[in-house]
C-alpha cells in the first residue's frame, strides 16, 4: 500500500514539467529511485532504503540539526534502549576485542549468517595500544575508562553510546548498533568491558 | 604495436600479481599462472619488477608518497607493544598494509617512468578490440555506430566529458552505461546476463562493458576533466547525486558522507579521500577505471559506487540506474577542473 502510494506520488512527479535552475531534489524522488536502483534485492531489502525520522533530518541537515531536532533525536534515541535483565552493564573484554575487531554481518555477501555480527569499532577509533591498525574517524578511545577513573555514570553512558549514539550525540555517524539490531545486548555488555574494564588493554 | 603492448602488460600484470597480490592481501592470484612456463615467466618478471623497485627505492629522487609515512612510523610500536589479545598473524595488519602502500608507491612511481606498465592497459586493449570489431546478432562494431557525445566513433576525450545528457535517450548518461546502450540497440546485445552480473569477482579480468570503459578513458588521460552540467537533465542527476551522497539510510545509517565528507580521516590503515570537497575530489575520481591491487583487476566507478554500497549494508546497485549515474554525476562535477587520469592504479 505504501509501496503504491510512493509510486503514484512519483508519477505525479514525472507529470511536472519544467524543472527548475537549481534542480531541488525531492527526498521521495530518491527514495523512490533507490527502489528501482536495487532490483536484485530480496523483498525484505526493501525496509533498508525507508528512512525513520532521526535518518531523514540528519540526511536533510547533513548531520548538523538544529536544536529542537536535536532534542527530538536525542528523546527518541533514549526511548529505544534496553537494558541488560540483571542490570550489569559489563561482560567480558576479551569478547569485545573479538568484536571490535570484526567488521562482519549484514552485507549482501553475509548471508546466509556464518557467524555472529562484528562492532568493527577499530575501522573509526583507536583502541588498544597493540592494535595500529586503527581508523580516525571516530574519537581515540585510548584509556576511555581510565581517564574517566571507571565510574559507573560511564560505565552505563557507554553502553547508552554503543546501544544509541544518538541518545547523546545527535547524528553521529556511529550506527545505532542495539537500536538497529546490529549487536545483542550482551555484545554491547562485551564492548563495554573492553572500553570500561579496568583489566581491558583499552586502559593498559 | 598491440600485440607487444598485450604481451608486456601480460608479463607486468603476472609480476604484480606475484609481488604486490602476496603483500597486499590473501587474494593472490597464482591460480592465473596455470602452466609451468607461465609460473616461470611471471616470476622471472616478478624478480626484474623486484630489482627495478630496488633501484627506484635507491634512486636520490625518489619521493614517498605522505600516506606512506604515517604507516612505516607506527609499525616499530606494534613490535613493542605487549602481546595483543586477538590472535594476530605473524605480520601484524598494520605491518602488512604499511608494506603494501611502500610497494604500491614504488609501484606507481616506476609506472610514472613506464606508462606502459599498469595491467588495465591489457584490458584497455582489449577494450578497444571490442569497440572496434563487428559484433553481436547485427555483426557491426561501436566504433561505427556509438556515439559517446563526440560524435560516431570518436572516443579521443569523449571520457572527459562524462557522464553527460544524450539527446536520442532523453537522459544522462555516465561511460559504461552509454557502452553498454550502444551494444543493446546497435548490436542487438542481450543484456539480461551482463545486468546479473555486471562486474567481475576478485582476480578476474574487467567484463567487455569495463574493458571498452578502461580503453575510452585512456583516449582522455591527461585532459580536463569536463563533466556537462548545462542540461536541466544534467542539473538534475548532479543534484540528485548530492542529496544520495549525503542520504543516511540501511542498518549501519552509513551515507556516502560518513567516510568520505571529511579531510584527513581513515578506515583503518586506509586514508579516505573527502569527495565532496572539490580540491580532494579532483586528485582521485579521474582515477576511475583504475586496476585495484587489492582485487587484481581493473575496477570500474560502476563497480565501485557498488562496492560503496555494499559495505553501506545496502544490495547490489544496478548497473546505469538513475542512482549509479547520479551519484557519478555528482562525484565528476566534484572533481570538474582535475585531470583524467585513468586508468589509474589502486591499492
Known amino acids: 500500500m505504501k509501496k503504491q502510494m510512493i509510486l503514484a506520488a512519483f508519477a505525479a512527479m514525472l507529470a511536472t514539467p519544467a524543472l527548475s535552475q537549481e534542480a531541488k531534489v525531492d527526498p521521495l524522488q530518491a527514495e523512490v529511485l533507490l527502489r528501482f536502483a536495487f532490483s536484485q534485492a530480496p523483498a525484505d531489502w526493501a525496509k533498508r532504503i525507508a528512512q525513520d525520522e532521526t535518518m531523514k533530518v540528519c540526511s536533510a541537515a547533513r548531520n548538523a540539526p538544529s536544536t529542537a531536532e536535536a532534542e527530538k533525536i536525542m528523546a527518541t534515541a533514549k526511548a529505544t534502549i534496553k537494558y541488560p535483565e540483571d542490570g550489569k552493564l559489563m561482560g567480558d573484554w576479551k569478547k569485545g576485542e573479538a568484536i571490535a575487531q570484526s567488521g562482519y554481518g549484514m552485507r549482501f555477501s553475509d548471508y546466509p549468517p556464518r557467524r555472529p555480527n562484528g562492532g568493527n569499532c577499530y575501522a573509526c577509533h583507536q583502541m588498544t595500544q597493540a592494535e595500529v591498525s586503527y581508523g580516525t574517524v571516530g574519537p581515540s578511545l585510548r584509556e576511555y575508562g581510565k581517564i574517566r577513573k571507571f565510574a559507573e555514570a560511564d560505565v552505563k553512558a557507554v553502553y547508552e553510546k554503543i546501544y544509541n549514539a544518538h541518545a547523546s550525540f545527535p547524528c553521529s555517524l556511529m550506527p545505532r548498533f542495539g537500536s538497529n539490531g546490529v549487536l545483542s545486548i550482551d555484545q554491547i555488555k562485551d564492548l563495554v568491558a573492553l572500553v570500561m574494564s579496568p583489566d581491558s588493554p583499552v586502559n593498559k | ?347
Open chain 2, 1 to 347: 604495436m598491440r600485440g607487444w603492448r598485450r604481451q608486456f602488460a601480460a608479463t607486468a600484470m603476472a609480476g604484480i600479481g606475484l609481488g604486490l597480490g602476496i603483500m597486499a592481501t590473501g587474494f593472490v592470484p597464482l591460480a592465473e599462472a596455470q602452466t609451468r612456463g607461465e609460473a616461470d615467466r611471471a616470476r622471472k618478471a616478478y624478480e626484474e619488477h623486484m630489482k627495478r623497485m630496488d633501484e627506484a627505492e635507491k634512486a636520490p629522487t625518489a619521493k614517498p608518497a605522505p600516506q606512506a609515512q604515517s604507516a612505516p612510523a607506527a609499525a616499530p610500536k606494534a613490535a613493542a607493544a605487549p602481546a595483543a589479545p586477538a590472535v594476530k598473524p605473524a605480520m601484524s595488519q598494520a605491518d602488512q598494509d604499511a608494506a603494501t602502500e611502500r610497494g604500491l608507491e614504488q609501484y606507481r612511481r616506476m609506472m610514472k617512468e613506464d606508462p606502459w606498465s599498469n595491467p588495465a592497459l591489457l584490458d584497455a586493449d582489449r577494450g578497444e578490440a571490442l569497440w572496434t570489431d563487428k559484433r553481436g546478432p547485427k555483426k557491426v562494431s561501436l566504433a561505427e555506430t556509438c556515439d559517446l557525445g563526440k560524435g560516431v566513433g570518436n572516443v579521443d576525450g569523449a571520457f572527459a566529458e562524462m557522464p553527460r545528457y544524450f539527446a536520442d535517450v532523453d537522459r544522462v548518461m555516465d561511460t559504461e552505461t552509454r557502452i553498454l546502450w550502444c551494444m543493446e540497440n546497435f548490436q542487438d546485445f542481450d543484456s539480461t546476463a551482463f545486468r546479473k552480473s555486471p562486474h567481475p569477482g576478485g582476480g578476474q579480468p574487467v567484463k567487455d562493458v569495463g574493458a571498452m570503459a578502461t580503453f575510452i578513458a585512456s583516449k582522455s588521460a591527461g585532459m580536463k576533466i569536463a563533466s556537462h552540467a548545462d542540461h536541466p537533465k544534467e542539473k538534475e542527476a548532479i543534484a540528485l547525486g548530492e542529496m544520495l551522497f549525503f542520504r543516511r539510510q540501511a542498518p549501519f545509517d552509513f551515507s556516502c558522507a560518513t567516510c568520505h565528507a571529511e579531510s584527513g580521516k581513515r578506515i583503518r590503515l586506509q586514508p579516505l579521500p573527502f569527495l565532496s570537497d572539490p580540491k580532494e575530489a579532483k586528485v582521485v575520481v579521474g582515477e576511475w577505471p583504475a586496476y585495484r591491487v587489492s582485487n587484481t583487476h581493473v575496477m570500474t566507478m560502476q563497480h565501485r559506487l557498488l562496492d560503496c554500497y555494499w559495505q553501506m549494508r545496502m544490495h547490489k546497485l544496478d548497473f546505469g540506474s538513475e542512482v549509479s549515474v547520479a551519484l557519478s554525476a555528482y562525484l565528476y562535477d566534484r572533481a570538474r577542473g582535475g585531470t583524467s587520469a585513468a586508468p589509474g592504479l589502486k591499492r
